[in-house]
């Protein structure tokens, strides 16, 4: 017997390291896409995984990857990627408004440097 699943779309996924204790910010960030974007997704994923992932698709785009840019994004980051997918004229409000342009340093903290030395990368 064949199982149907019915995805919806935009089905948003955030897949996280369980090794790492990362599903807390993963849940977090899931809960702000669904605050701002509510019925424009489809279907949110908390997906548990290892090696020191934490990585967000849009159906099966990648937009954001921790190893990829060496930090964890910040949630106007996130949502405005987002936004740019799902819905292009959005306004997200005091989130779309600009910072004097300054680099984002790459720091990570000691508990995060802690917390990806348990997974083998």
């Given at each position: 017997?064949?199982?149907?699943?019915d995805?919806?779309?935009?089905?948003?996924?955030?897949?996280?390291?369980?090794?790492?204790?990362?599903?807390?910010?993963?849940?977090?960030?899931?809960?702000?896409?669904?605050?701002?974007?509510d019925?424009?997704?489809?279907?949110?994923?908390?997906?548990?995984?290892?090696?020191?992932?934490?990585?967000?698709?849009?159906?099966?785009?990648?937009?954001?990857?921790?190893?990829?840019?060496?930090?964890?994004?910040?949630?106007?980051?996130?949502?405005?990627?987002?936004?740019?997918?799902?819905?292009?004229?959005?306004?997200?409000?005091?989130?779309?408004?600009?910072?004097?342009?300054?680099?984002?340093?790459?720091?990570?903290?000691?508990?995060?440097?802690?917390?990806?030395?348990?997974?083998?990368?």
């Open positions: 017997m064949t199982t149907v699943i995805v919806k779309s935009p089905r948003v996924s955030i897949e996280y390291c369980t090794k790492c204790r990362w599903m807390l910010r993963a849940a977090w960030l899931g809960q702000e896409l669904l605050t701002t974007f019925t424009l997704i489809g279907e949110l994923a908390i997906i548990p995984g290892s090696a020191a992932v934490f990585q967000i698709k849009v159906d099966d785009v990648i937009i954001w990857d921790r190893k990829e840019k060496g930090r964890f994004p910040e949630i106007k980051e996130v949502k405005q990627l987002l936004r740019d997918i799902i819905a292009p004229d959005m306004s997200l409000g005091h989130s779309d408004r600009k910072k004097p342009e300054k680099p984002i340093e790459q720091e990570t903290t000691k508990k995060e440097e802690q917390e990806c030395k348990t997974c083998v990368e």
